[in-house]
């Protein structure tokens, strides 16, 4: 149970460089009124940044940045279960039920496919 | 819910936890990562106590595996900084994106809601703060239980040293892409956000496969906002009043809470 100064300032470099971007954006821009084009911009960020988190879970291998590749194929079990949990949540706008089908679905492609 | 009080500026328990439970999706995909998290941690030679830290003081899922697996391969810490500050810097958009709704808030509240703003906690946030009005306790009840839904585990993980047998025949791996398709969908509705998703998404896989390494989420999220602002494409005003019967059903059907609803009224009067 230590902590080494070398990873304590490691850490504390990280934390740092993760943090200010997290509210100081916020911060600063909350004291001005925001250009109503740019306001729609910044409304367009949550699909865009949910999105581009999104795909390359379901559509490329996992194996880092330099073994990565599409993996459009029915051998791709997490593109498949996403399918019946896009249904899902556009069915029934539930969270839970929308989690739930998914993992259910992985669960039993890996059961009786993998 | 006493309004009259909460408006008095008391902290409200009951809003807090509240956002507790939102947030329970998110600790269910975060306890597989956040353990493999404090496993991997340890093999890299870190101890319990840093590890934990880590946990603590950076809550970035994505960097801190990126900066387990680099201090492994013995990379230096200032090129790990570096790394985390790409990977994180998308949060800079996020931030920027949460202003309509948290502008009145105190700075400290600001600050403090801003440490817990992780993926997750930002599209749970946000999500809630389009359909609703949202007060900040029940929005810091989301980033708080999934501050600790992400630490606690990690925490576990280094402890154990091992992982917690496998957990794929659970498809718990999947929590994550779920929450992300169950946060995502509500925004089909309206179509400049879904061409909008759709460019992102492309993109974002496109820049991965050509290596731009970790830039792809803000490369791709930059862009396609950007894009699906300029496209002409008719607000859903537009599209009601010149719908025929059929379409006119379909939109009514998933009209109700919708995260763009508000969102297309201040458009409209922009």
Redesign the interface.
Known sequence: ????P??????????L???I???????L???RS?N??L??????????????????????SKGG??G???FISPDNM?LL??IP??IT??IT????G???????????L??FLG | MNMSVEQAGKFSPSLFFEGTRNAV?II??YLPLGFAYGVLAGEAG?????TA??SL????GS?QFI?VNM?LAGAP??S???T??VV?????????????F??N?S?AR??L???G?A?EP??MN??NF?KKEVRYEEALGVNVASYLGWSVPGIAGAITGQLMGDL?????????????????????KER???V??????????VL??A?V??W??IL??LA???I??LLPIQTKKAQQEGADASTGEATSA?S??S?AST?EQ??G??
């Open positions: 149970m230590s902590v080494s070398e990873t304590l300032l490691l850490i504390l470099g990280m934390c460089v993760t943090f971007p997290r509210f100081l954006p916020m911060l821009l909350s004291s925001l109503p084009q306001e729609r911009w910044l409304k367009l960020v949550p699909p865009a940044v949910l999105a581009a988190l999104l795909a390359p879970e379901l559509l490329t940045a330099e990565a590749r599409l997490m279960a996403s949990c896009f949540a556009w706008k539930s969270f839970f929308t989690i739930v089908v998914g993992m259910a679905a992985l669960a039993l890996r059961f | 999706p269910l995909g870190l101890s319990v106590l840093e830290l880590m003081l950076v809550f970035a960097s900066a201090i810490a200032l790990i900084v570096i985390t500050f994180n810097a998308r949060h800079m958009l996020m931030s920027a994106a949460m202003v309509p948290v502008r808030w700075r600001q600050i809601f801003g440490f703003l993926d930002f599209v946000i999500s389009a794929s025949p659970l498809g718990l791996d999947f929590a994550l892409a779920g929450l992300f398709i169950a946060l995502l969908v509500p925004f089909f400049r956000e879904l909008t998703a759709l460019i992102a998404g492309t993109l974002s896989v991965y496969l290596g390494g970790r792809n989420i791709a999220t396609a906002a950007t699906g602002l998933v109700t809470t995260p969102d201040n458009g009067q922009s």
